[in-house]
């Protein structure tokens, strides 16, 4: 039998006494209105950025579980194999997929939600129907998507953003890199498109990441993506971690390439074509080769070129 969109999701006591604390709380407060930040980006968020900047966020900040979705019926667990844990001569542990909505307080005593966990490989519409559903029981606002996505970019230079919204007004101060293309799709980009249909505001910043560690962690992008959800929205966030685990990061990776006389020139070549387009100030110059943007056709390649790569990753398991 079909589920309805609401019974893909359970909603916990602490959900009751979330909205409880919303309806008791200021003026102030209920102006400046309720964010939702999720990190649902699946293939799409190169070396899991996005869904590093939801971990960090969780780490950093108090926060209560106020929902979890049904993962057993929303996950494919043969094309994301969870882990389990084998011991001697016996299973002891099934590390399940999980995608919950929680409840946090920023660094200035703000609440916001956050919706983290594995992209769902079924029941998209209905997915994103409960997650209306959500967004209007909690009164949201606004919602921020973070991902990130491989590019030829280099590693030396501050890690750019591609921004998106349902109103060019939400993302105004931010350059528009390219006109139409198709790629292959997402929950995030569905979620995106039928919140916009329904009146909500939604936007979303995708770090750019180095095609060449897209398959590896990059706790630059995951920094960038909590700097531009800080200057998104207001809330004050937790840095100081993700910037050490950067600046470690990119001594790891400089040793690296240095092994290497090709790798230092493919990066040389990058630096040139990154500090061209800084130098000239012009947005449409930011990836492109000779100081072309690159084509629809060559944009939606690296992004299938991706995907296809992410069949290759250790399996996940859950979030």
Known sequence: MTQRPEELVELLPEAERFLARQEAADDAARRRGLVLVHDVAGDFDAARAGATAGSHLLAGLSHEVLARFDADALVDYRAHRPRVTFSGDRYEAFLAPEIALYALEDDAGVPFLLLHGAEPDYQWERFVSAVR???????????????????????????????????????????????????????????????????????????????????????????????????????????ESLRVAAETHRTEVDEQIARSAEN?????????????????????????????????????????????????????GGE
């Open 264 to 316: 230092t020139a493919v990066v040389a070549a990058l630096e040139q074509q990154y500090d061209a387009f800084t130098a000239a100030r012009e947005s449409s110059d930011l990836l492109g080769s000779a100081g072309e943007v690159p084509t629809a056709e060559e944009i939606g390649a690296e992004f299938e070129r991706f995907l296809a790569d992410q069949d290759r990753k250790p399996p996940r």
């Open 133 to 239: 559903g959500l967004v209007e029981r909690f009164g949201v606002t606004s919602v921020v998507a973070l991902q990130a996505i491989p590019m030829p970019v280099p590693h030396t230079r501050p890690v750019t953003v591609t921004a998106h919204a349902t109103r060019r007004a939400l993302i105004e101060h931010y350059p528009v890199y390219w006109g139409e293309m198709r790629i292959p799709g997402s929950v995030a980009s569905l979620l995106e498109i039928r919140l916009g249909e329904a009146g909500v505001d939604a936007l979303g910043v995708a770090a750019h990441v180095p095609h060449y560690l897209a398959q590896t962690v990059y706790p630059a992008a995951s920094l960038t993506l909590v700097e531009h959800l800080e200057r998104l929205t207001g809330l004050h966030l937790p840095t």
